[in-house]
């Protein structure tokens, strides 16, 4: 079955620090992959996508991902933290062989940023 | 910049009660999606709707869940009779066709359920 894990549940990071939060799948073959970001009281907003092509993504908001075949990897990050950045993180993946790409989420990442 | 909406933003009901979670998808869509998220745990798919017919739907999608786009721009999501175990944040989402497949999410229906 198809799975996400995101091996972290909180991190905290010092504000203007970097940030990297983990992704892993499974799956046969390269899904799909997403992060979104979920601010406190709010709806999931898409930071950034992987489909195929260049394995480096840049997102919003100063974001970018890696993509790692051989790691099965979807890594995020960011070179200097704000204090809006702190939220919850989702990496999602959209299996290649749903048609309609149901996404399969991970358990999420909080990240807290302290000054 | 086009927005899915979703009403109530919180809806407390009775266990055993009906309720109907709304969504606004982005108007040129065409795929429709609901997940639900139970308070701290994860996101998870529950329905896609294509063409007026569920295309694809989750084992937590039993009999007592139902969704209906009623008219050309409502997406409904229907619980029959509501279980203390349906609290929790419902979103809608939509996409467009193509290749895009980014799916946009509404700000979600918290439903409580007593």
């Known amino acids: 079955a198809q799975s996400v894990t995101q091996p972290d549940i909180h991190i905290t990071v010092s504000e203007g620090a970097s940030l990297e939060l983990r992704c892993n799948y499974s799956y046969g073959a390269t899904p799909y992959l997403f992060w979104y970001v979920q601010s406190p009281g709010q709806g999931l907003q898409l930071l950034l996508k992987y489909f195929s092509g260049d394995t480096l993504v840049q997102g919003i908001k100063g974001f970018e991902a890696e993509f790692k075949r051989s790691q099965s990897s979807f890594n995020l990050r960011k070179p200097s933290v704000h204090w809006s950045d702190a939220a919850e993180y989702f990496c999602?993946?959209?299996?290649?062989?749903?048609?309609?790409?149901?996404?399969?989420f991970g358990t999420g990442t909080r990240l807290l940023v302290s000054p | 910049e086009p927005e899915v909406t979703q009403t109530p933003s919180h809806q407390v009901t009775q266990m055993g009660q009906e309720v109907i979670l709304r969504c606004v998808p982005i108007?040129?869509?065409?795929?429709f999606y609901w997940y639900r998220q139970i308070l701290g745990q994860k996101v998870e798919f529950l329905v896609s709707?294509?063409?007026?017919?569920?295309?694809?739907k989750s084992e937590i999608f039993d009999d007592q869940f139902s969704v209906e786009r009623p008219d050309g721009s409502n997406f409904t999501l229907k619980i029959r009779s509501t279980k203390l175990e349906d609290s929790a944040m419902y979103f809608c989402?939509?996409?467009?066709?193509?290749?895009?497949?980014?799916?946009?999410f509404g700000p979600g229906t918290r439903l409580t359920v007593t």
């Open positions: 999602a993946v959209g299996p290649l062989n749903t048609g309609f790409q149901k996404l399969v």
């Open positions: 108007s040129n869509h065409l795929y």
């Open positions: 989402a939509s996409r467009e066709t193509g290749s895009s497949y980014e799916q946009y």
């Open positions: 709707f294509y063409n007026n017919e569920i295309s694809e």
